[in-house]
């Protein structure tokens, strides 16, 4: 148990790998994509190898001994501090309880609609309600060393965002406050007001851009190119970084056995499903699991770059373009152009080669099976998000296509937690979905409040007799029986 308790002495040699032209980087500055290309960074442990000296087993046992650690630092995503950032002293590392998110097993009822064992990864169980915390952690840990390392005075810290990363990153830099100032550039009434009210809370000046997503990000790209600002969007490569967590958190609940596992991850800026391949292909390479997850990437008609990309059956006549996007319920996922493209082609490149063709696939999904499909999931005991029923729709038309075995299992990522999302639930519930959403609500799925008693009846009735009444109509109304 001391070496659990015990920060790790290893120290990774990190640089900035273009995937573009090939060209390094050293970490002392902040980058976002390549000066030379302008392509997006992954970002690389140059000692990797030397990981490799420790066996599977005595890597499983160490990660697994930590997570009874009371030390802070190595709580969170810093679990697996050697694996992904093993540059940040323990002084910068910030913990405000991200990651050891639970994994819960569906019913019996939901697993017999769907056919097939699921598990739903409840990422909205974060400080902020989504999975962004993992990359915000881990970038903000980082900044908070270049703050200590070059005296700043102050830090400007800006993102575009369709709702969850502006939450996560102004609450991560209240925390840190003093020198770093948060920003947060969204598209002009299309964020949830729940999603609106966490940057507001916690301080950060919000400005609002009409349009979609997309303009948004030009817009910070256009300040992070020009000015000193910190970009944290998905091509701040630290947030990716971070968000490899996910992989490593899967692999350990499941006792480091991923036989016959299926991930469903929804796509939007790409981020996530790229950590999610690179995790896995970290742990593969250090013999810590022994095989690869399958990898399903879902997203929706209305925003489908990456599967139109992948639905082109051979590679070499694949042409990656944007689309643009029409209004959609998995709204963190409606990006028509994602800057973390070029770093999923190149990690799931890396993952067929050794899993296979069917290792990583892209399904796509109506807006009418995603809304299904989240009030299917939440009326069996889950807290899915819209893009958490982008995974069970995923899942869903996955087993249409044959894709999927009976022998398999799927773990569903819900990126967020539902009441960040639950407008959407009440548009169904109550039949006002504007037409560009393609969503019909079927009547028979619908709930809400039944009146029980009118209040007029208070202030003619006695308090007894009021009571009795309403009492009485309770009764009447759910057919109940005496004993």
């Known amino acids: 148990m001391s070496q659990a308790n015990t920060f790790p002495e290893y120290r990774g040699k990190m640089e900035y790998h273009c995937l573009g032209c090939g060209q390094h980087y050293g970490i002392d500055e902040l980058y976002y994509t390549c000066p030379k290309c302008g392509s997006v960074f992954i970002l690389q442990d140059l000692t990797f190898d030397e990981l490799k000296k420790t066996s599977g087993q005595e890597w499983r046992d160490l990660f697994d001994a930590r997570t009874a650690t009371k030390k802070d630092s190595l709580r969170g995503i810093f679990r697996f501090y050697e694996l992904f950032a093993p540059v940040i002293e323990e002084k910068d590392i910030l913990f405000l309880g991200e990651g050891n998110t639970p994994i819960v097993a569906s019913n019996t009822n939901l697993n017999k609609i769907v056919g097939i064992k699921t598990a739903y990864k409840n990422d909205g169980q974060n400080p902020s309600?989504?999975?962004?915390?993992?990359?915000?952690?881990?970038?903000?840990?980082?900044?908070?060393?270049?703050?200590?390392?070059?005296?700043?005075?102050?830090?400007?810290?800006v993102c575009a965002s369709t709702?969850?990363?502006?939450?996560?990153?102004?609450?991560?830099?209240?925390?840190?406050?003093?020198?770093?100032?948060?920003?947060?550039?969204?598209?002009?009434?299309?964020?949830?007001?729940?999603?609106?009210?966490q940057p507001l809370g916690s301080g950060a000046k919000v400005l609002e851009v009409p349009g979609v997503f997309d303009d948004c990000m030009k817009v910070v790209e256009h300040l992070a190119d020009n000015y000193r600002v910190a970009l944290l969007n998905s091509k701040n490569s630290w947030r990716i970084l971070g968000q490899e967590s996910y992989a490593f958190e899967v692999a350990q609940?499941?006792?480091?056995?991923?036989?016959?596992?299926?991930?469903?991850?929804?796509?939007?800026n790409a981020g996530n499903v790229t950590a999610i391949m690179a995790g896995f292909l970290k742990l593969y390479e250090l013999d810590i699991i022994k095989e690869l997850p399958r990898i399903f990437g879902v997203q929706s008609a209305h925003a489908d770059p990456v599967y139109r990309y992948y639905s082109v059956d051979d590679p070499k006549e694949r042409e990656y373009k944007p689309v643009t996007v029409q209004p959609s319920v998995a709204q963190a996922a409606m990006i028509g152009n994602p800057v973390s493209f070029p770093r999923v082609k190149y990690f799931a490149d890396k993952y067929e080669?050794?899993?296979?063709?069917?290792?990583?696939?892209?399904?796509?999904?109506?807006?009418?099976?995603?809304?299904?499909?989240?009030?299917?999931?939440?009326?069996?005991?889950?807290?899915?998000?819209?893009?958490?029923?982008?995974?069970?729709?995923?899942?869903?038309?996955?087993?249409?296509?044959?894709?999927?075995?009976?022998?398999?299992?799927?773990?569903?990522?819900?990126?967020?937690?539902?009441?960040?999302?639950?407008?959407?639930?009440?548009?169904?519930?109550?039949?006002?979905?504007?037409?560009?959403?393609?969503?019909?609500?079927?009547?028979?799925?619908?709930?809400?409040?039944?009146?029980?008693?009118?209040?007029?009846?208070?202030?003619?009735?006695?308090?007894?007799?009021?009571?009795s009444k309403a009492a009485d109509n309770v009764v009447a109304m759910l057919g109940l029986e005496k004993k």
């Not at 952690?137 to 980082?142: I, K, Q, R, T």
């Not at 609940?253 to 939007?268: Q, S």
């Open 353 to 467: 080669a050794i899993g296979g063709k069917t290792s990583f696939q892209v399904v796509q999904v109506s807006e009418q099976l995603i809304m299904d499909s989240m009030l299917l999931a939440n009326a069996n005991g889950h807290i899915a998000c819209t893009q958490g029923g982008e995974c069970l729709a995923g899942l869903i038309r996955a087993k249409e296509l044959g894709l999927i075995n009976e022998n398999e299992s799927a773990i569903l990522d819900s990126t967020a937690h539902q009441l960040k999302f639950v407008g959407f639930q009440d548009m169904y519930y109550q039949n006002t979905f504007p037409a560009e959403y393609e969503v019909t609500p079927d009547s028979s799925k619908s709930n809400s409040p039944e009146l029980v008693i009118e209040a007029t009846l208070k202030d003619s009735m006695s308090e007894a007799d009021y009571i």
């Open 163 to 197: 709702g969850d990363t502006s939450a996560a990153a102004a609450l991560y830099a209240s925390y840190i406050g003093g020198p770093v100032k948060s920003v947060v550039i969204l598209p002009e009434g299309k964020v949830t007001p729940q999603q609106l009210a």
């Open 253 to 268: 609940w499941y006792d480091w056995d991923l036989k016959d596992k299926c991930i469903f991850v929804p796509i939007g």
């Open 129 to 157: 309600a989504s999975f962004k915390d993992r990359g915000m952690a881990c970038a903000f840990s980082y900044i908070n060393a270049l703050l200590a390392k070059n005296n700043w005075d102050e830090i400007l810290t």
